[in-house]
């Protein structure tokens, strides 16, 4: 009421671009942040939805209780993180793109005026979808074929509403002279790598997420089992020790009390293994498919492709490719420590491949030249191998070294995998067996998956800079790239 | 199919047959190929064998359609299949047919290999089976490839050098691979007659060769379905399985194989059961090449212009993921290490793959070991081919 006699003022009043501001908070760590989780909240979700319904088919196919439950936690997490994850996005969407960015971001969305109204149709039918699933779950299982179905369908849709994204985030690295066709736009020669790179990826962290959140709930199982084990000793009338069972315990016996937190540990160790199992299964399929994805950069986009690999980007790349060992490394030890507590075979095959990862890990974090970017070695006259007295590395090289060791990671973790899936389905590991400090492991390996996806994404944003749409527009630029053509001044006409 | 002959033929007729069968035994032949035992579940899975027996003889038929046009000369290869393409009442639909022919055989014969994996099929004692199989696999493989090369406009003749190159990555003998193939270092008429030669001599003799030995495997130790068709159901496991043993239908019980794999518990008639499935499933294929053969047909661009500099060559999809691997691994001895010595290395475990996987269990899912690799290999190879066809088509 107080607002609408403001409206005809607001209408009337003569708005004029405003330069966007360049402080360090607005533009740079408020976007960053903000992105940042935004991307890892809604990659979850999407990796999630096909873990889901994997969970829930093996469920139906099995009558395993176990992949329901899991289903279940899986949607319920799902559907809290969405609240968060939807508002994270309005904000985004608000204060940065229409609030600082607003110029950029309508010339964008007149661009992807398509592809934009495709994503929010998708976005609001994956709040029906999920929604429904989260509220009827229980009603549902007499429908189990229901409910399956409308998982695929969430599975979908996010995948679509991703497949959108994706057609702009690789319209803005790889415009192709700015073609404005939104065809053209879906055509675009990344947009299938990054779709299927993000696909994939949105699989391992999923899996990793659920690895990492399932360590936390598995350590938390073992403390109150060890507190239940207590309550099963010889009750002593009044005692601490049995008021403190009980306060954990609730009102239970003490042997079901026991029992109960025994399940919980193998249902947490379990479910921390088929989580590890999805991150590294999924993860070892990324090299090949990053590096058609680079190589359709370095087709359509060769400047934001020479930073990458022979700039200052380069550095971080290395981060990055040393983090994607690491979380071999991670895996495979925590395979190891896993089959060592079950006491199944195959440990040494784990070892042997630990170490070969770790040296195909030492050798593609190897750097290439010892300077800051490939110009400054040549420009310093350094570009000739550092045993020549030059800055260059031929060890550190991508071509062959860093493939090589990126081969030798893929079939590692490919190997640590299917001997561990191997003692499984010889029936040797027992769940809830699992070491306290192996499950520190996994949430080492969802922290390192999560500062991969961080550093890919500062390589990839910061590949094109200073442009938001590569070589087209840029932020700072926006009102000259958009605005109408400035009115000269006399002292212009005659300088 | 004696009684068949009672009612409506003459006198004469049956006379006639009942000469020919006293000499060729062929009545008991028949019987033989019709009435075998196979198991009752999953029959439609096990149409893809058949199909692909189907669609090979259909290749041979088309093949020699175009055998009555073709001429393997350099100068004259491209103007024969234009005028086949142009001028013959049905030369464009049977070339149409050859090709995609051709594909459908590579999809049918990827599933049934894939559906002989995943049911563990291949194992004991159905070893050589499978390894008669791989090698069928890439004599189709071969076949398409250097069919690729023979109609000699600009994809053919890019194919040609492409392809003839490859072996020049192998250290020591590569070289000479390449000249043997090509009849000098570079494409000419001889590695047109040459591949022309493989194309309709080596490998289909290859081909049939080893469809024969496969077949006779097959009828040899029987059909093994999947591990769906061996549970026992009564209380006590060893006496059923005892009693299947006794009750089993030629060619049941498998010898050399762990009893409770021996026999299926339950079997129907290959004649008409499995048959009329098979039936199906291969006129609908045929269908299918049919239509496409008469509406899309095999394309057929400008003449071979070996001076050209803008020619892109493109390798047909079955050899994207090799394509792409190639191109991801830029230099020569990454190429041999990368792609040669991985692919050969791939191509030997798959055709090795009963003596790798030596474990006694059936389920895919008990046998992590094999069915992940397998899993990474399959996603990659489709990766592969999607990524390799978004570079060069721009999908």
Request: net charge positive; charged share 15%; glycine share 8%.
């Amino acid at each position: 009421v107080i607002a609408v006699p403001a409206f005809p003022l607001l209408a009337a009043s003569t708005v004029t671009p405003q330069p966007v501001p360049t402080n360090l908070f607005s533009n740079s760590a408020a976007v960053a942040i903000i992105a940042l989780v935004h991307v890892q909240i809604a990659t979850f979700l999407t990796g999630s939805s096909f873990l889901v319904v994997v969970s829930e088919s093996i469920s139906m196919a099995r009558g395993d209780e176990r992949h329901e439950r899991l289903g279940h936690t899986l949607v319920k997490g799902m559907a809290f993180l969405f609240g968060f994850g939807s508002a994270l996005a309005i904000l985004w969407v608000l204060w940065i793109l229409l609030g600082m960015w607003g110029t950029f971001f309508i010339a964008l969305t007149r661009i992807t005026f398509w592809v934009f109204i495709f994503e929010a149709a998708m976005f609001a039918v994956e709040i029906g979808l999920l929604y429904t699933v989260y509220a009827n779950w229980e009603r549902l299982r007499a429908y189990r074929p229901v409910r399956l179905g409308l998982l695929v369908l969430l599975a979908v849709t996010l995948w679509w509403q991703q497949f959108f994204i994706d057609v702009i985030a690789s319209y803005m690295l790889t415009p192709n002279g700015g073609d404005t066709n939104q065809l053209a736009q879906i055509l675009n020669p990344t947009n299938l790598p990054l779709t299927v790179h993000r696909t994939v990826g949105n699989i391992a962290w999923a899996g990793a997420i659920l690895a990492g959140i399932s360590a936390v709930r598995y350590l938390r199982a073992r403390r109150r089992e060890g507190r239940s084990v207590r309550v099963s000793d010889p009750p002593r009338a009044r005692s601490v020790g049995a008021m403190s069972a009980t306060w954990f315990t609730g009102s239970q016996p003490a042997a079901a009390a026991h029992a109960s937190a025994a399940s919980e540990t193998a249902f947490w160790d379990w479910a921390g293994v088929w989580g590890a199992v999805w991150a590294i299964s999924a993860t070892m399929l990324q090299p090949w498919i990053g590096y058609s994805y680079a190589k359709e950069i370095q087709l359509h986009a060769y400047p934001a492709w020479y930073r990458m690999m022979f700039g200052d980007l380069s550095n971080v790349f290395l981060v990055q490719i040393t983090l994607l060992g690491l979380i071999f490394i991670l895996g495979t030890v925590f395979f190891w420590r896993r089959m060592r507590a079950s006491e199944t075979r195959g440990t040494r095959t784990q070892v042997l491949m630990l170490v070969v990862l770790v040296l195909a890990t030492l050798l593609a974090a190897t750097p290439a030249r010892f300077a800051n970017t490939y110009a400054e070695a040549v420009a310093s006259g350094g570009d000739r191998p550092w045993w020549d007295g030059g800055l260059m590395n031929p060890i550190g090289t991508m071509i062959p070294n860093k493939i090589i060791a990126l081969i030798a990671m893929m079939l590692c973790a490919l190997v640590s995998v299917t001997s561990l899936l191997r003692a499984h389905s010889r029936g040797e590991l027992r769940w809830g067996d699992a070491t306290r400090r192996s499950q520190w492991l996994l949430v080492g390996l969802t922290l390192t998956t999560s500062a991969m996806m961080i550093t890919m994404g500062v390589i990839r944003e910061h590949s094109r800079q200073p442009f938001v749409v590569n070589g087209e527009i840029t932020i700072q630029g926006q009102h000259i790239v958009n605005a109408p053509p400035p009115v000269n001044t006399p002292d212009e006409n005659n300088p | 199919v004696l009684r068949l002959f009672n009612r409506p033929v003459s006198r004469r007729a049956r006379a006639t047959y009942r000469w020919f069968d006293e000499r060729t035994n062929s009545t008991e032949l028949i019987h033989k190929g019709l009435y075998e035992a196979v198991p009752e579940k999953g029959g439609w899975a096990y149409t893809l064998g058949s199909a692909t027996l189907v669609l090979i003889l259909l290749q041979l038929f088309t093949g020699i359609f175009l055998l009555l046009v073709y001429t393997p000369s350099f100068a004259e290869a491209w103007p024969a299949l234009k005028y086949l393409q142009g001028s013959d009442r049905f030369g464009s639909w049977v070339r149409g047919m050859h090709l995609w022919g051709a594909y459908v055989l590579i999809v049918v014969i990827g599933l049934h290999m894939l559906r002989t994996f995943l049911s563990a099929s291949y194992k004991r004692p159905r070893e050589l089976n499978w390894v008669t199989g791989a090698l069928l696999f890439f004599l189709v493989l071969g076949l398409a490839i250097t069919g690729a090369m023979l109609p000699m406009d600009q994809a053919a003749y890019w194919t040609m050098v492409v392809v003839t190159n490859i072996p020049h990555y192998i250290p020591f003998i590569g070289d000479g691979i390449r000249h043997l193939w090509r009849g000098s270092d570079f494409v000419g008429q001889v590695s047109l007659t040459r591949t022309f030669a493989i194309h309709i001599w080596v490998l289909p003799f290859l081909l049939f060769s080893f469809i024969g030995a496969h077949l006779y495997l097959l009828r040899r130790h029987g059909e093994f379905g999947s591990w769906v068709n061996y549970g026992t159901v009564s209380g006590d496991p060893e006496k059923e399985l005892g009693e299947r043993l006794v009750g089993a239908e030629p060619p049941y019980p498998t010898r050399r194989i762990e009893r409770r794999w021996a026999v299926p518990r339950k079997t129907v008639d290959f004649f008409p059961d499995q048959l009329f499935k098979d039936t199906v499933i291969s006129v609908l294929l045929i269908a299918i090449i049919f239509v496409f053969g008469f509406v899309v047909g095999a394309p057929l661009s400008e003449q071979a212009n070996p001076a050209t500099l803008s020619y892109v060559p493109t390798p047909e999809w079955f050899y994207l993921p090799l394509d792409q691997l190639l191109v991801l691994s830029p230099q020569t001895y990454l190429i041999f290490t990368g792609v040669i010595v991985l692919v050969g290395l791939g191509a030997l475990a798959m055709i090795f793959l009963p003596f790798l996987d030596r474990s006694r269990e059936r389920a895919p899912l008990r046998r992590p070991e094999v069915l992940l690799p397998g899993l990474f290999l399959a996603t990659m190879l489709v990766l592969l081919t999607v990524l390799g066809a978004n570079r060069l088509y721009g999908l």
